[in-house]
């Protein structure tokens, strides 16, 4: 068995040592020495003050920009450190013995890799995006507190450092022993790092002595209070930083999901918080919360999962925010359904808060909380879907730019869309407590995290990397870099996902021989996602001193798509100031599509829920009045051919619990007609194919005709059966014809009183 302490330490140091080494060299070779190339007194004496002053500024810093690549930093570095847990989970699982770490060390590896990408690698990566980016998008100087602000991130580091210290301890400990006896450095031989899981669950958390867990819980602990200050300060500055032409209704997507995150965070951080303390408590001054005889072990998943859930849609609203900012400048269209966005940001996060127990499916819950929580777990798949149809629908006609941020854009998309199919079935009961433990699970879950997250993080340091640094990244090796992690995702999570559904256990070492080919086709898949974030390491460090210089104010060519955002507009003022830089002008522009039915409410643009359900409840009555009448001439032609028998309406009326009669039945198909449709039409429109609302009504019309076909299908054949069809689609035509003439007529005349009042 090799020794986890030496192999990882020594692999960290080697790291490290090589990212030096690499930063040393790219910028050496740009900077000319004076006497012919060799380093004389002076100008390492040069260098060390400078490295002084340095340090000293980004220790003292509040400035909104330093503390936000701080922040990168930091989750770049935690990133590094999980990722190699996980390369080291892989490698143990290339062989289906446990004989390169033992079952302990593995339990370790996956609990610290948990932790650390969850906690310590995803969270402040997006707080530095937030931090560099949002005051630039909205128009602010700075955050609302820029001294609180550095104080969430230097809580940060200690968090990190006491959470990991048991493969610190390690490491001192196996160098110790070079040079003492082991008693006199038991302590450093005692403490490991933590082999609980990273759910932490209760008694074994509870039970077990190594002290290394009340680190960890001290560290967690220490890490939400961070994140608690960074989330207060976000929404102080949403609220109350923005420039008077920011409002609610105009303010950018990714402002919207971060205010989104930071109240989700508000709210569950300090439950988490709560019960690290619990679990404190009970481990060294025997309070009963999580024993048997107190709490019970359910209370501790209760809380945790309390916390759990909602954060993972901590983790994925801010990659859902970069990807509907990202998406759209690179398919030359603004981004569709602007309002619905919003919207389904803002039932995530309620919902959000729902949907703990689904983890608890396989525990004594009672079995009607259970089926409610199944429920809402379903039901959270809609809001998802809003946004992912509303990606695909800002790709439709789209001028596609096949760049690295887009490449990284469309595999997130195909990867999330897989992980979350694939987590609906998990929100079912009975196949839940077939998967819950097994692999199924893990590629369900990395599809999302490691799909869209790590995905949309890379994409958002390529296209601001000219913003922050003034020069060019490896275009080229960018792309294949983005092509190499899509294709290492696919490889890796899809196969987990497959052997999970054959019923492989996870979270065990050891596992039977016939899966051992799966397993090492995983590990190569990860390995290549290994090797593609050193490629995109190696990019931006050797990029920052030996890429092309930004000669231009626009260079994105967003001008040309009217997409000239905040950011870039803060960028083209700096570059005019510092470089005396002429502003870019695009040759020509391209229209960007943009629904003409822009809801105008009391908050200036998406309007209020009264309003938006009146508004379009006296909408959708017109138009389905209108659209009704129409149809009914198909239909009643149809039924005078006779490839129509009016005898099937009479299962409406048997459905709802009256008279079977042909009468009640078409009455009710009329209001159903008059109501519904139009309501459904209304609500899913903007996800439609078309670019007009005629061709988008077509298209509606023609998908619910199918379902008026199988539902009114009374046994015709051949020609009456073409007949049916035929009458069926032109009546619905005429439907969706008759909708959308009236929604354009009742818009127009809408548009024309909002002018007459301006």
Known sequence: MLNRAVVEGSALALLALGIFALWFSARRSVRPE?????????????????????????????????????????????????????????????????????????????TTHGLTMLIFFVLPVFFGIGNYMLPLLIGADDMAFPRVNAIGFWLLPPALLMVRMGLL??????????????????????????????????????????????????????????????????????????????????????????????????????????????????????????????????????????????????????????????LPKFVGRKLFGYQFIVYSTMGMGVLSFGVWAHHMFTSAVDPRLKASFMAISIAIAVPSAIKTFNWITTMWDGDIRLSAPFILCAGSIGTFIIGGVTGVFLAVIPIDVLYHGTYYVVGHFHLIVVGIIPFMMIAASYYWYPLITGRWYDTRMAKFQAALLIFGSFVTFMTLLVIGGLGLPRRQATYPVEYQFAQQIATVGAYVIGLSA????????????????????????LKATNQFTREWQWFEERMMEKYDLEPSEPESTRRSYAPDMTPIGLLGGVGTVAENVYRNAW?????????????????GTAAYVGVLD?????????????????????????????????????????????????????????????????????GQQGLAFIGYLGFVLVAHWAYGLGLTVTFQYLRSRRRNAHEMEA
């Open 169 to 326: 301890v390690q490491v001192g400990g196996q160098i110790l022993s070079l040079f003492l006896p082991q008693d006199t450095i038991q302590f450093f031989l005692t403490v490991r790092e933590v082999s609980v899981g990273w759910t932490l669950y209760a008694p074994l958390s509870v039970q077990q002595p190594n002290p290394q867990i009340d680190l960890l819980l001290l560290g967690l602990h220490l890490s939400g209070i961070a994140t608690t200050v960074g989330a207060i300060n976000f929404i102080v500055t949403i609220v109350y930083e923005r420039t008077e032409d920011v409002t609610w209704a105009n303010l950018d997507i990714f402002s919207w999901n971060m205010l989104v995150t930071s109240a989700l965070a508000l709210f569950a951080f300090p439950l988490l918080g709560s019960a690290l303390v619990m679990l404190l408590l009970d481990r060294n001054l025997g309070t009963t919360f999580f024993a048997t005889e107190g709490g019970g072990p359910i209370l501790w998943q209760h809380l945790f999962w309390f916390w759990g859930h909602p954060e993972v849609y901590i983790l994925f609203l801010p990659a859902a925010g970069l990807m509907s900012t990202l």
């Open 619 to 635: 909408m959708a009555a017109a138009g389905g009045i209108v659209g009704t009448l129409l149809m009914t001439g198909g239909l």
């Open 34 to 110: 004076s006497d012919g190339g060799y380093t004389t007194s002076e100008e390492i004496r040069f260098e060390i003050d400078r490295l002084q002053s340095g340090v000293y500024r980004w220790l003292t810093t509040t400035n909104h920009r330093d503390i936000g690549i701080l922040y990168i930093v930091f989750g770049t570095v935690a990133a590094l450190w999980g990722g190699m847990d996980a390369m080291m989970l892989r490698t143990e699982l290339v062989t289906a013995q446990a004989d390169i770490w033992t079952p302990e060390t593995y339990n370790a590896l996956f």
């Open 534 to 557: 050193l490629l995109w390491l190696y990019n931006m460090l050797v990029s920052y001193w030996k890429g092309d210089v930004v000669q231009t104010t626009d260079p994105w060519d």
């Open 646 to 714: 009016p005898a099937s309406f009479s299962e409406i009326a048997e459905l709802v619990g009256l008279p079977a009669t042909p009468l009640i039945g078409a009455l009710l198909f009329l209001v159903g007609g008059a109501v519904t449709w139009p309501l459904l039409f209304l609500a899913f429109s903007d996800y439609l194919p078309g670019r007009l609302l005629f061709e988008t009504g077509l298209v509606f019309a023609t998908l619910i005709s199918t379902g008026f076909a199988i539902a009114f299908y009374t």
